[in-house]
């Protein structure tokens, strides 16, 4: 390992020389990882994201990352990186699918702790029965436990949105945990260009002293000492105590929005805003939709794309903007619960214009004539 | 909370709680204080929540007037009646969630090691047996056959008892408890053993009526976890409400049990032994 030269977000994410590279999707996890400055890495086997860990191993092994071990099960993992990030350091895991599910009662104490750690989700299908095909039906689960939420259409999202979410993540005004999502297999496990910068830069590193929760360091005096715990009482004052931190746990992530901003450049991209059909969509999904458009083309019919970066905090009033034209609003998506779909209808008006299709789930694929025939069929 | 980082603007001394400045003017925190000297400085802030009688209060105060560095101490928790009292002490604590204290103090002890290379932070467990034996039993048993550098400590009153009283895997055979109508099946479990088996350099097990034991124990658990890897201290703590005996009764009970079946037991690995030897020599 040469020397790593800590340079601002901004060059990394904007400024430096980029070259193109042809990577999978876990080898974009590898890279973004490896200019992250990360403290320490857990990890816990997973098909498919496993790959990725293995790579992040790898940095432990060059030297990139100071601590790198694999935890007992996915609950274990994640205690154990709330552990580190309530020591003060920079960390990251991974996972998918089942072992979200099986992790699940960490993600709102990671929230409610304000724990900034940053967590890929290489999405799969849960059981019964066993699956290990890609189905984002994981992130409908994940949606109010307080985590942050960006969703990756193409490897070169990944390495892009991993490297901002530690800086949103870290940021004193959020301090949250993120989830960077990406369809397992369908970008994990394919090669694409990606354009990365030189390996000899990384993010500044976190300084705990910024975060707006004590740091389990003794460094600073411990701030609840009391002799009698709210969770003792029953009364106002105690419910009151809790909701309160909810609410601020909700307003940090509308915080998070300007950040997102900054470093996602928008939460959402818009392709042919004029058009009277429009179809919204998140990851793998986007690229579907996108080679649809083109046969839509051909056949005469007009349509509009919203690729959605940002999950949460959802991005209401852009989204509802950009659909204010469109008379029909096809939603696309990887699960059989469309929750996509039931987030678009909460938030705009006229919701007769949405169709919550196609729906593909289990592990099939979304071929653009599906798209293509759902379109025609409704306009 | 020590006093090098903590100091009260003057102007709000007199409005700040009395035993708040106590705990920073008579705090443990220079590390040498023992049980021998209760009562010259203050480990916690008294009155606990907890009920009258609570052994695993007694058991919680004996091990904060030992610690032998509490300036640096972290201490990691889970659910339970442990989780209501840890507040009361002037040490960083972690509530986590229920079971897996084991393993966010496994992350924290390397995060805290990265963080301060060369100084000493110690990273003490202290849960109930349902935490530490069932619902949490594989990330105890992982962190110790990781090595982590921990101290596990279990407060055993042999049943869940926050909850109310249900059987756990630690409540002896054929008691009857709640989830255990008609008496629990199988045998308490030997996690002295399971200890054993796993890598622990240093175990004992001491009942909450031998408060000196208790400090001499933790004292050794935690300086043996430094250097060497996981220690574990199994503390029998009886609980007057779920038990259904009388406050006063409860130190009489933890020594009946300890002569019936509980007596003191303590393993000191070789290495261990080494360590503390060569501490010895060198006071």
Same mark, same amino acid.
């Given at each position: ?177 993120? %989830? ?96 009277? &059909?429009?179809?919204?969509? %998140? ?17 005469? &019919? $007009? ?77 | ?136 039993? $594989? ?25 109310? %009283? ?118």
């Amino acid at each position: 390992m040469n020397s790593i030269n800590v340079r601002p977000p901004e060059y990394l994410l904007f400024e430096a020389k980029r070259e193109t590279q042809f990577i999978t999707g876990s080898e974009a996890v590898k890279e973004a990882v490896r200019r992250a400055n990360i403290d320490m890495a857990i990890s816990y086997p997973i098909t498919p994201q496993s790959e990725s860990m293995h790579l992040v191993g790898d940095l432990y092994a060059e030297g990139y990352i100071k601590d790198y071990f694999r935890g007992e099960n996915e609950f274990a993992v994640m205690s154990e990186v709330s552990g580190a990030s309530f020591g003060g350091v920079r960390v990251f895991t991974a996972t998918c699918g089942p072992g979200t599910m099986r992790a699940f009662e960490l993600f709102p104490m990671w929230a409610g702790a304000r724990l900034p750690i940053v967590c890929a989700f290489m999405t799969r299908g849960v059981n019964a029965p066993l699956t290990i095909q890609p189905d984002n039906i994981e992130m409908g689960f994940l949606l109010e436990t307080g985590l942050l939420m960006v969703f990756a259409e193409t490897a070169q999202d990944i390495y892009d949105m991993l490297l901002a979410s530690f800086m949103v993540a870290e940021e004193k005004d959020v301090h949250l945990p993120v %989830g960077v999502f990406m369809d397992g297999f369908f970008i994990t496990h394919t090669r694409e260009q990606v354009r990365i910068i030189s390996e000899d830069v990384c993010l500044p590193p976190y300084n705990p002293k910024t975060a707006p929760v004590a740091v389990m360091d003794m460094e600073t005096p411990p701030f609840r000492l009391m002799r009698d715990p709210f969770v003792m009482k029953s009364n106002f004052v105690s419910y009151a105590a809790h909701a309160s931190w909810q609410q601020e746990v909700r307003a940090a992530a509308v915080r998070s929005k300007k950040h997102f901003n900054k470093y996602l450049k928008s939460p959402l991209e818009i392709e042919n805003p004029s058009a009277e &059909i429009m179809i919204v969509a %998140g990851g793998t999904a986007v690229s579907q939709a996108r080679e649809a458009i083109v046969m839509t083309k051909e056949d005469g &019919i $007009d349509v509009g794309l919203v690729k959605l970066k940002l999950i949460r905090p959802f991005p209401s009033t852009e989204l509802a903007l950009a659909c204010a034209g469109a008379k029909k609003i096809f939603i696309p998506e990887f699960n059989i619960a469309g929750w996509l779909a039931k987030e678009v209808a909460s938030i705009i008006p006229d919701n007769s214009r949405i169709i919550g299709a196609p729906r593909v789930y289990g592990g099939m694929t979304m071929p653009p004539e599906l798209i293509v025939e759902t379109i025609k069929k409704n306009v | 909370m020590s006093e090098q980082i903590t100091r009260v603007c003057p102007e709000f001394v007199d409005v700040m709680p009395r035993e708040y400045l106590e705990l920073i003017e008579k705090g443990p925190w220079s590390g040498d204080k023992t049980l021998k000297d209760t009562g010259t400085f203050k480990e916690l802030v008294e009155e606990h929540p907890l009920c009258a009688g609570c052994n695993l209060a007694l058991a919680f105060r004996s091990i904060m007037a030992s610690l032998p560095n509490p300036a640096d101490t972290v201490m990691v928790g889970s659910t339970g009646c442990s989780s209501l009292i840890f507040m009361q002490a002037a040490v960083h604590n972690i509530h986590g969630l229920f079971g897996n204290q084991n393993a966010i103090a496994s992350g924290l002890k390397r995060a805290l090691e990265l963080r301060f290379p060369g100084r000493t932070k110690d990273v003490v467990v202290m849960a109930g047996d349902g935490a530490t034996a069932d619902i949490g039993l $594989d990330m105890t048993l992982h962190s110790w056959f990781r090595q982590e550098k921990i101290t596990t400590v279990m407060f055993d009153n042999e049943l869940y008892a926050n909850t109310g %009283g249900q059987e756990s895997g630690m409540t002896p055979r054929g008691k009857v408890a709640y989830m255990a109508p008609t008496g629990k099946k199988f045998n308490k479990i030997n996690m002295i053993e399971l200890a054993c088996g796993a890598g622990c350099h240093y175990i004992a097990a001491v009942t909450s009526a031998r408060p000196m034991r208790i400090g001499d124990s933790i004292r050794k658990a935690i300086i043996i976890a430094r250097d060497l890897g996981p220690t574990y201290v199994q503390i029998l703590t009886p609980c007057p409400t779920n038990l259904k005996i009388q406050p006063e009764e409860t130190i009489k009970m933890a020594k009946d049990v300890e002569q019936e079946r509980y007596a003191f037991y303590e393993y000191i690995s070789e290495e261990a032994k080494m360590l503390l030897s060569s501490m010895e020599k060198n006071k």
